[in-house]
């Protein structure tokens, strides 16, 4: 694999979009009469094109003009050709699982709830089976959810009934989804949960989930950002928020890099 250490690269990637797709960008930087193409074919949310601009003391020559008056102009002109059938759901519906309309009539039928949840004064109403599976027999006895919005619980509450009816979700919905399974659900919940988020690591989401993960003290998400994060240094790959990671894990990382220790969670 190629290493780009000391070189400034531009890289093309779309951020939470399961769909595969087809690109074929030019950036071109017209002070330095700089021009490259990308083109690729991706295949997952952490699929990306990447293309070398050139040495890092070269970027900052001011003889070659790739930066003028402080700024980097980066002009980007290209298409992108997706299919419209998501890799998920796609899995999903060959698996044999019932069609997503009937969780939608599911959801929908209040008649059949006979169960609810108070966030912050308001009800949210569910069937007993999901309510079961999701909450742990302690809460069932007062089942009052402090900490969090009444969207962000429905929203969590119906990733639990079927994950197509909310699904793409932001990474911060996500996170909070996260969030509350870690504090209010199941273990076997947290576990399905921590299978999802781990999916959505990627080099402009790590540091985020890697935050999040030390938070709520989840070693399974916490090791899988690291390994991850050693990876990107391994290849010198750019990572979104480095600052968002925790300083210890920050300091791990550093140590790891130069030393033998190995860090597990």
């Keep these: 694999m190629e290493n780009n250490l000391g070189k400034a690269v531009i890289k093309f990637e779309l951020q939470n979009l399961y769909e595969k797709y087809e690109s074929n960008i030019t950036f071109s930087i017209e002070s330095a009469a700089f021009s490259v193409e990308c083109k690729a074919k991706h295949f997952s949310s952490r699929n990306s094109s990447k293309a070398v601009i050139c040495r ?51 959801w929908e039928n209040s008649n059949e709830k006979t169960c609810h949840i108070n966030v912050n004064g308001k009800l949210i109403y569910l069937h007993q089976e999901i309510f079961d599976h999701l909450f742990p027999e302690s809460f069932r006895q007062n089942p009052v959810i402090f900490g969090f919005s009444f969207d962000s619980v429905e ?24 969030k509350f399974m870690k504090i209010y659900g199941q273990k076997g919940i947290i576990h399905d949960f921590e299978r999802f988020l781990i999916e959505e690591i990627n080099e402009s989401t790590v540091s985020r989930i890697a935050k999040s993960a030390v938070e709520c003290n989840d070693s399974k998400v916490k090791n899988y950002c690291f390994d991850f994060l050693m990876n990107c240094i391994k290849e010198s790959s750019p990572i979104s928020d480095f600052e968002l990671i925790p300083k210890k894990m920050a300091l791990e990382l550093l140590e790891l890099t130069f030393t033998k220790v190995s860090y597990k969670y």
């Design 56 to 106: 890092i003391d070269k970027l900052f020559d001011p003889k070659k003009q790739f930066i003028v008056d402080g700024k980097l102009i980066i002009k980007c002109e290209g298409y992108i050709i997706r299919e419209e059938s998501h890799p998920k759901l796609k899995e999903i519906d060959d698996s044999g699982l019932h069609p997503v309309q009937e969780s939608k009539d599911l």
């Design 155 to 178: 929203l969590a509450i119906k990733f639990n009934y079927d994950f197509r009816l909310v699904y793409p979700l932001t990474l911060e919905e996500s996170l909070e989804i996260f």
